[in-house]
């Protein structure tokens, strides 16, 4: 991408945020943080298999549905996602600095005629004639003037920005939300984990509550991929997730954190209590067999996962923390799997 044009051009970063969400409507599209990747990377024009795809589509009059969102996204998004995300926020912070550059510049006159106003003070201090008095007189009315348009030209500008600066808040909001979520699985991403667990972790440094974190490995993955193929192996990997997103509650946090392994974070729960929730989970993942297909035809049978808790401790940095989890996962596993261990 030509960072640079974008940096520079403002009228087409502005133009790129505010066309994809009313075509998306117009189109019944839902403003999901995944359809929403895919429209903006419409409308930025680098993407040419990803506009040839669409217009197509669009002409041959096929309805974008659950599957032909998620098609687009899979096929010419996913791998893109974070770099398309990014440089939008670089646009997105380009619109806003202009913004207040205008802001600044409107307020300027105001303060220029309270300038003038204290020399117009000072000088009638001193007693002038009337040729000056006329002179001062109309010098002021001619900034009067002034600033009544100017006033005028501020409120339509101002009004004008709080629409943009609105519209510029949901794009964010959806933008911040595709940068922080898992695409497959809905579940906060990665690097949302990363934000969480060091705040996680500074409460815990304030209030001492016990605090613990589960990591969570899908059994055998590998086999699901390889026998069936990996839209199979997506399959679990959202059926997992859908069981783990049930199971928290309150300010618990559940996130993907890469390939087949999750994380839950625990707050102000002791390791006992953790154990607990962790042997709940394995429970009810394994207990339910899993069938897909159009008519479920194919069945996958029991999907079982290994767990790991470590808990939080004083001395721990996130490292620290998160190495004594995956110890204990991989104890798990080399006790025949679908078990759960603790540090």
């Known amino acids: 991408m030509d960072l640079a044009k974008h940096l520079t051009d403002t009228e087409l970063s502005a ?8 075509k998306m409507s117009e189109l019944n599209i839902p403003v999901t943080p995944v359809n929403y990747a895919v429209w903006y990377e419409y409308y930025l024009g680098i993407n040419l298999d990803l506009k040839r795809a669409i217009d197509g589509l669009i002409s041959n009059g096929i309805t974008f549905c659950t599957e032909v969102n998620d098609g687009l996204h899979k096929n010419f998004i996913q791998e893109k996602s974070a770099e398309v ?18 802001v600044s510049r409107l ?8 300038d003038t106003l204290s020399d117009f003070s000072q000088e009638l201090k001193q007693k002038p004639d009337v040729e000056v008095l006329n002179t001062l007189v109309n010098s002021l009315v001619d900034n009067i003037e002034g600033v009544i348009l100017s006033n005028k030209q501020m409120q339509g500008s101002l009004s004008t920005m709080r629409d943009e600066v609105s519209s510029l808040k949901s794009e964010m909001e959806n933008l911040n939300l595709v940068a922080m979520t898992d695409q497959l699985t809905s579940l906060n991403n990665r690097r949302s984990f990363e934000e969480e667990v060091m705040k996680h972790m500074q409460v815990f ?21 390889d026998t069936h193929g990996h839209l199979v192996g997506d399959k679990v990997l959202a059926y ?15 996130a993907r954190y890469g390939g087949e392994e999750f994380v839950i974070l625990l707050p102000n729960t002791r390791l006992t209590d953790a154990l607990i929730v962790a042997e709940q989970l394995r429970k009810v993942i394994s207990e339910r067999k899993l069938s897909i297909g159009k008519d479920k035809k194919l069945s996958l049978g029991s999907i079982s996962v ?38």
Do not use: M, W
């Open 85 to 102: 995300i990014e440089n939008v926020q670089i646009e997105t912070q380009i619109i806003i600095n202009a913004l207040f550059s205008k």
């Open 107 to 114: 307020t300027q006159g105001t303060a220029s005629f309270s």
């Open 205 to 225: 440094t304030q209030t001492q509550s016990p605090s613990c974190l589960l990591l969570i490995d899908i059994d055998h993955f590998k086999l699901f991929n």
């Open 15 to 22: 133009k790129i945020l505010r066309h994809a969400v009313p």
């Open 306 to 343: 290994s767990l790991g808790v470590s808990t939080l401790n004083i001395s721990d940095d996130r490292e620290s923390y998160f190495v004594r989890a995956d110890e204990a996962l991989y104890r798990a596993k080399s006790s025949g799997r679908n078990c759960v261990c603790s540090e």
């Open 240 to 254: 997992v997730a859908l069981a783990l997103k049930k199971a928290v509650k309150g300010t618990d946090f559940v």
